[in-house]
Antibody
């Protein structure tokens, strides 16, 4: 069965960086892209971007351009999302999701809580 | 890209039907038949309920249905059950090859 397993919770200081991993199993990793979505406490879902697992092409949300980098390691079927220059409003649960080409997500990771606090 | 517009909350009694709207623009909801709907219970990851406007993934109850007219998509839940109480989000693919979500709707089963 398809599974996306994310790395554990992180606590970071403002200005630091965080890198969250998402290990996929149960399907051919390069067949689908991976999107990242976050949810601040008590708030809605926010799309962060997408990466093709076959060729590494990315598309990032405009408001995060320059701070977010998405990568994949096809040898381990793992996707990564790195966010730099962290601010308190980056505190959120970060989800990875397997992306179908028309932008829907049938499989999600369990979520990774990133807390940014001094 | 602005978030899609959803009502903050809707409610209904068990057995009734409710509809949640999701309004976008001609560059997203109106342009593509790529609207999806997600159900999210507290502390859980979102669950796909509808994709490409009206398609149900395997395992999702046929009490859930989706539709679209112009720039507004809708999710209808018929025969409301206690376990349907959750937050619901719409999303769509956009002309900039991104995805945008709605602000979410809290469904309360009375």
């Amino acid at each position: 069965q398809v599974q996306l397993v994310q790395s554990g919770a992180e606590v970071k200081k403002p200005g630091a960086s965080v890198k969250v991993s998402c290990k996929a199993s149960g399907y051919t990793f390069t067949t689908y892209g991976i999107s990242w979505v976050r949810q601040a406490p008590g708030q809605g879902l926010e799309w962060l971007g997408w990466i093709s697992a076959s060729n590494g092409v990315t598309n990032y949300a405009q408001n995060l351009q320059g701070r977010v980098t998405m990568t994949t390691d096809t040898s381990t079927s793992t996707a990564y999302m790195e966010l730099t220059s962290l601010r308190s409003d980056d505190t959120a649960v970060y989800y990875c999701a397997r992306a179908f080409s028309s932008g829907w997500y049938a499989y999600w990771g369990q979520g990774t809580l990133v807390t940014v606090s001094s | 890209q602005s978030a899609l517009t959803q009502p903050a909350s809707v409610s209904g009694s068990p057995g009734q039907s409710i509809t949640i709207s999701c309004t976008g623009t001609s560059s997203d909801v109106g342009r593509y038949n790529y609207v999806s709907w997600y159900q999210q219970h507290p502390g859980k990851a979102p669950k796909l309920m509808i994709y490409e406007v009206s398609n149900r993934p395997s395992g999702v109850s046929n009490r859930f249905s989706g539709s679209k007219s112009d720039n507004t998509a809708s999710l209808t839940i018929s025969g409301l059950q206690d376990e349907d109480e959750a937050d619901y989000y719409c999303s769509t693919y956009t002309s900039s090859s991104s995805v945008v979500f709605g602000g979410g709707t809290k469904l309360t089963v009375l």
